[in-house]
């Protein structure tokens, strides 16, 4: 007996999708379709997890470690442009050298970066180890869906991938509810700690579970030059959106990098359709449903992680809340995420994708355009409304996006479809902190000097200005030692009057960006090979 089996699959030039295999009853724990969704689930979930978690812990890392705003944001995307450059590169790993494998060393690795940052007291050491996360976790992720793909029968894959789905978007929504009661009750380095037992029973479920799936079809070959110039591609767009807020949108630095990503990425065109064995078929592209389903994932992360990032810091600095309060306060969109998952897979699998995408990002639009009417005086009850309705929202993106995306790619490119669905969302996640927070930015800029000399505060120096505009970008109140408390107050009110100002019209953005995305889920459409190879057994 061997852990492999292979699975005979649809090739990308065939015409129609092969029928199912037939799913031989796996003996024993190993190779048994639950028990792997099992495993899978919970090394996704310390992926998920982390996307989210770290950002009730943000405001406690910027204190302890005296951080700036920049530093803030570069915990998060430091994390997002590693697993954007190398999602697809892993996925292809998966194919090449199987999924199994693949996937035990991603969640070692997570596991180990994760204890890391824990022990770190700098800064730049907490940013490069969350480089590590990302990297590990890209290994990860892709493997898990492939796993999934190869190993539940066609009739049950749907199932299957909803309720991986579900596990994704209640991780990532329930992180902020996690990373509170660990802040306030421990510290901000347990937010990291706690991946390393579930790391552990990750990788004890898959050594004795995981059965390894490679595709008949599965590539020979590794095309290396096409993983250099799509990797470089990737790096330079998602660095010059990181860096654009700081050097500006209009600097010669941001125009390069982005000129350097359109340069690559028509190399890496070009290559791809020379090669044997491309690192991305792009006869993939072809299928409008796929293309859909990928920008479909990278809208609605910018909404969701873009809006989330000043979500903490509005309930934590200009609500005055515990970390433990402000993840209890995100509780609505964590349980309509839960709740709603599981429904809209019934929804997806009776209607298809195109009407529950679309409505969810109709109801995500309505969701953050509320949330750009939140004020310093919102209550409670208010917030719950626009929480709940996000986390409804994006419960259909969570779980049908994955289906449009992988069941539209043939099997033997199951772990490239897992990337490019990861690398959507990722790279999405980046724009959305990073073009929100220039919005931010620029927002803050502009109103904080009037608001300040309205309010017959005493004049600020530039440099001065600076540093208080910096504070008000995450809801701090640049209120100097020793102040009057009548002085004090008045600072307090221009700064969270501002700060709200900013977020206002980042939501409003995301609004727009998640409208935008309503049109986009109207040309998806059911995998035609979702239904290919899903078959279980051993030799």
Known sequence: MTSQTTVDTTGPGDKAPAAPSEATPAAGLRGHPWLTLLTVAVGVMMVALDGTIVAIANPAIRDDLH?????????????????AVTLITAGKLGDRFGHRQTFLIGVTGFAAASGAIG???????????????GLFGALLMPAALGLLRATFPAEKLNMAIGIWGMVIGASTAGGPILGGVLVQHVNWQSVFFINVPVGVLALALGTLILLDHRAKNAPRSFDIPGIVLL?????CLVWALIKAPTWGWGD?????????SVLLFGLFAFWETKVAEPLIPLGLFRSVPLSAGVVLMVL????????????????QKVHGMSPVDAGLHLLPLTGMMIVGSPLAGAAITKLGPRIPLAGGMAVTAVAMYGMSTLEAGTGSAVMSVWFALLGLGLAPVMVG?????????????SGVAGGLQQAAMQIGGSLGTAVLGAVMASKV??????????AGLPKLTPAQLDQASEAVQVGVAPVPQGTPEPIAAKITQVAHDTFISGMSLASLVA???????VLVALLTKRGANAEAGAGVGHI
Do not use: C, K
């Not at 951080?67 to 697993?83: E, K, M, S």
């Open 300 to 315: 609605m992360a910018i909404a969701f992680m873009g809006g989330l990032f000043f979500v903490t810091f509005y309930l």
């Open 252 to 260: 010669g630095s941001t125009w390069a990098f982005l000129a350097a």
């Open 445 to 454: 800029d502009s109103d904080l000097p009037g608001n300040w000399t309205g």
């Open 401 to 413: 996006a994955t289906e449009v995306i992988v069941g539209n790619a043939p099997m033997e490119l």
């Open 119 to 133: 022990l770190s007291h700098s800064i730049a050491a907490v940013v490069t180890f969350r480089v590590f996360q």
């Open 67 to 83: 951080a700036t705003f920049a530093d803030v944001q570069w915990i998060t995307n430091a994390y997002f442009l590693a697993l």
């Open 511 to 517: 609004a727009g960006v998640a409208a935008v995305a």
């Open 231 to 235: 990797s470089g591609a990737m790096f």
